[in-house]
């Protein structure tokens, strides 16, 4: 016989755990089913110690933290147990520290008479408005749980994108952080003992080493005064990227005509407004409201005035395809697929397609992209390589032919 520990719920989702003999984990986990218990883990005592489990304090919630308590919420809702008990359940196993403290004020207020969705609104730093409207509207139709689930996997779709595009984004610093690390130790540390040894040999240098050689004395001497200009021209930027509109309006345009990244930019907004329409759309929420929560979700200028430019369309009569062509910003093939759904009535689902067209263009794209930088990091580190070894070796190639 050995000994485990197990872990279990019950049907009421309370969590019950305790100490047991049995001859194998398999018929441990048989007894605990034969008491009426969810199994939740079964561990050899004798097995290694496995190490705490890691609470985190970030405060901010990112979208995998919301759908794994999605998922959650779904699979117990789906299972019977109580919304109280399973938020209390799911906050005392979750390890984002902010997320449970949120969880348990959520349940003090539902516990007091609120609704899930009015408990929630309280907190829009961690459930924004999407979410809100979403739990809203399953709750108004008796369909929570699957609400939930389109949530969930929301998240989860958004979680992905968002991974894509921060490792597209990474690429192209990665790339300028290489090629500036390398130019630095250059100038730190193979420059300074050639330019000893040009001294000591007192020749005249050839004028590509000259030029080179003054470059390197204006960046020397002048280190502190570019660093300061280029600090000062960052903090002018911030300054007039946040507090005016003319500025923030620019940027925005700047953002997306960025080289390569703008596209993925672009593309990575056309597949989030065609899931996040598609969800919606889904859970009952109006056309209207639709856009009005799209809006909230940009801080782009550009993306948001054809957001609200096409809502504006929709007030006055339009069907949706038309007042997103006239926004001039949304591009054709969409337009044509949402005037599809529109026409056959299953606008969410060709949304939902169309998000997934979106998406693998958005692989397409960054793979692109780095197999453009690939050749390019290559070709500029052995340009600046290039350029330093003839500017410190060719006074020595033209002194050696100097006849003794």
């Known amino acids: 016989m050995k000994s485990f520990r197990y872990i279990a719920r019950d049907s009421s989702g309370r969590r019950r755990e305790g100490l047991k003999q049995a001859v194998s984990s398999n018929a441990l986990l048989g007894w605990v089913r034969e008491q009426g218990l969810i199994p939740v883990s079964v561990v050899e005592m004798s097995a ?4 705490a489990r890691r609470i985190t304090h970030r405060r901010r919630i990112k979208s995998a933290d919301l759908a794994s308590l999605c998922w959650q919420l779904t699979t117990m809702v789906e299972g019977g147990v109580p919304l109280t008990s399973a938020l209390e359940t799911i906050a005392e196993d979750i390890d984002n520290l902010h997320l449970q403290q949120v969880l348990q004020q959520v349940v003090e207020k539902v516990q007091k008479g609120e609704s899930f969705s009015e408990s929630i609104s309280k907190f829009p730093k961690v459930f924004n408005q999407l979410f809100c409207t979403m739990i809203l509207a399953g709750e108004t139709g008796g369909r929570l749980s699957t609400v939930l689930r389109r949530l969930a996997e929301y998240f989860d779709e958004r979680d992905k994108l968002s991974k894509k595009v921060r490792s597209a984004v990474a690429y192209p610093v990665f790339v300028f952080s290489f090629i500036t690390l390398i130019v630095i130790f250059i100038m730190a540390f193979i420059v300074p003992r050639f330019r000893t040894m040009f001294e000591q040999m007192g020749a005249e240098l050839p004028a590509f080493t000259q030029v080179f050689m003054g470059f390197y004395d204006m960046i020397r001497y002048n280190l502190l005064y570019i660093l300061g200009a280029v600090l000062m021209l960052i903090i002018f930027a911030v300054l007039v990227q946040s507090r005016t509109k003319k500025g923030h309006y620019f940027f925005s345009r700047m953002a997306l005509s960025i080289p390569l990244l703008g596209g993925i930019f672009r593309q990575a907004f056309l597949a989030m407004f065609c899931r996040t329409t598609s969800t919606l759309l ?34 006055v009569g339009s069907n949706i395809s038309l007042s997103m062509a006239a926004a001039g910003f949304f591009p054709n093939l969409m337009v044509k697929m949402i005037q599809v759904g529109e026409e056959s009535g299953s606008l969410s689902e060709v949304l939902n397609r169309t998000s997934s067209y979106y998406e693998r263009r958005v692989d397409t794209t960054i793979t692109t992209v780095i197999g453009l930088l690939e050749p390019i990091m290559i070709v500029t580190v052995g340009a600046v390589v290039l350029v330093v070894v003839l500017a410190l070796y060719l006074p020595i190639f033209t002194m050696s032919n100097i006849p003794g």
Not at 48 to 51: H, I, L
Not at 290 to 300: A, C, D, P, Q
């Open 48 to 51: 290694a110690v496995k190490p």
């Open 282 to 315: 889904a859970a009952g929420v109006s056309v209207l409201e639709v856009f009005e929560i799209l809006s909230s979700m940009t801080g782009n200028d550009i993306i948001k005035k054809a957001i609200e430019g096409t809502r504006e369309h929709i007030v």
